[in-house]
């Protein structure tokens, strides 16, 4: 139905605007909470899972991407974001390209076998790195590159660009993720109260 799976939906749309709005807070501001990384991480190299909060690990660690995606799509002019707009345009547009490349879609699936089976015993900052590395050899090929904004001492620092290609890796991920679920645009431009109403249903349950 038009309506299945709005829970689902709506944790990989978390999972989209927590990226888009980690890639804003490192580029412009140097801003990074290795917290709000950790389910990015999870949801790339999940890519067997069939439970989708098991892919970000919790609904709980996407609190902030809740929160930002229910100001994106219900707040005035004042709280929404053209620049993460554009970067949803522009990681749909990734997502196009690369679900029709077989040989990057096995390449990544090749290369994040073999980062999945060592990345247990890695920090969150060292996962970054490799995830970034990956995306370095495979996404970065297209083009147009999506071009990020922001000050050039938080954008050439090398752990704070790992951050950011690993937040639009995971990006990539979660539009792929929400339209296997069924998500479409026009479902999320006609069913934004149901998406808000389930935001607030996971924020409740993360605070009480």
Not at 44 to 72: A, P
Not at 93 to 115: A, E, P, R, W, Y
Request: aromatic letters at 8%.
């Amino acid at each position: 139905m038009w309506n299945d799976r709005i829970d689902e939906q709506t944790i990989a749309l978390a999972g989209l605007y927590q990226a888009c709005q980690i890639v804003s807070k490192i580029a412009w501001n140097g801003e990074y909470n290795e917290q709000e990384l950790e389910p990015l991480i999870s949801c790339i190299i999940k890519v067997d899972s069939t439970n989708t909060e098991n892919i970000y690990l919790n609904v709980s660690k996407l609190e902030s991407g809740l929160v930002y995606f229910r100001k994106q799509i219900v707040g005035d002019i004042f709280t929404r974001s053209s620049e993460t707009r554009r970067y949803i345009a522009s990681l749909n547009k990734l997502s196009d390209t690369l679900m029709s490349d077989n040989s990057c879609i096995n390449k990544i699936q090749l290369l994040l076998k073999s980062f999945s089976e060592k990345s247990k015993s890695m920090t969150i900052d060292e996962k970054a790195i490799e995830l970034s590395n990956i995306y370095q050899q495979t996404l970065s090929k297209f083009e147009p590159r999506i071009v990020v904004n922001g000050e050039n001492k938080f954008l050439t620092d090398e752990n704070h660009s790992s951050r950011i290609r690993t937040a639009l890796f995971a990006g990539v991920r979660s539009v792929i993720l929400w339209r296997q679920l069924g998500g479409s645009k026009l479902k999320l431009l006609f069913l934004k109260g149901q998406f808000s109403k389930q935001i607030d249903n996971y924020l409740d349950s993360i605070t009480n």
